[in-house]
């Protein structure tokens, strides 16, 4: 498995502003997959970050709003752009260990509240 | 396209019951399924997994799930619920072959009454 911190736990932010969110790993992983979490709701991928390549977003979510830097092995950052109440969520981040098949873990999350 | 569809949003058991979660799945090809669990104010713990080796698969804190290709299921079982069990539980598949992309289905919230 991985140890894997994001930081902030919480926030509350005001609209228009912005929010990075930092996701720390212990070990060397390739792939890092950013999520966010709607009030009672499933899971939705933002998008898969690689070292050494930009990052792949999903349907309806897009650069210019989700910024996502990846580093190196064991970091990766997302910002929340010009923030409005909608993005208020919880985002977690989580790594895919190859040599675990497929398996995904999470960090804790970050639970973002905007006025 | 790869879809999970939990059967039910809610499930209520008293302590000691057996705990029943559905999860039916569509996909293309042989499929990878998880199941993850999560407490309040908690991120997502890995329950337990199936990879296309045993279809009976144990997983942590006595659970199990069986993964069931001609009904499309991947129903998660316990034989005695316990108070600390009360959370939200996912089921996952994963997409497209190849991506390692995870394909959540909408959760069910299990209340553990005692």
């Known amino acids: 498995s991985a140890v894997i911190s994001q930081k902030p736990s919480r926030d509350i932010c005001q609209r228009g502003t912005s929010l990075t969110i930092q996701c720390q790993v212990d070990?060397?992983?390739?792939?890092m997959f950013w999520y966010r979490q709607q009030p009672g709701q499933s899971l939705t991928l933002i998008a898969t970050?690689?070292?050494?390549?930009?990052?792949?977003?999903e349907s309806g979510f897009v650069i210019d709003k989700f910024p996502i830097s990846r580093p190196n092995l064991t970091f990766s950052t997302l910002t929340v752009s010009n923030m409005s109440p909608e993005d208020s969520s919880i985002y977690l981040c989580?790594?895919?260990?190859?040599?675990?098949?497929?398996?995904?873990?999470f960090g804790p999350g970050t639970r973002l509240l905007v006025l | 396209a790869q879809s999970v569809t939990q059967l039910d949003s809610h499930v209520s058991v008293s302590e000691g019951t057996p705990v029943l979660l559905r999860c039916n799945y569509s996909?293309?090809?042989?499929?990878?399924l998880f199941w993850y669990v999560q407490h309040p104010n908690k991120g997502l713990q890995l329950l337990l997994k199936?990879?296309?080796?045993?279809?009976l698969v144990k997983g942590i804190n006595g659970f199990e799930a069986e993964f069931k290709k001609s009904e499309t299921s991947f129903h998660l079982t316990k034989p005695s619920a316990h108070m600390s069990d009360a959370a939200e539980y996912f089921c996952?598949?994963?997409?497209?072959?190849?991506?390692?992309?995870?394909?959540f289905g909408t959760g069910t919230r299990l209340k553990v009454l005692a």
């Open positions: 989580s790594v895919d260990i190859a040599s675990t098949q497929e398996t995904q873990y």
């Open positions: 070990s060397q992983v390739t792939m």
């Open positions: 970050a690689n070292q050494g390549s930009e990052a792949t977003y």
């Open positions: 996909s293309s090809y042989s499929p990878s």
């Open positions: 199936y990879t296309s080796a045993a279809t």
């Open positions: 996952v598949v994963t997409g497209t072959s190849g991506t390692y992309k995870y394909i």
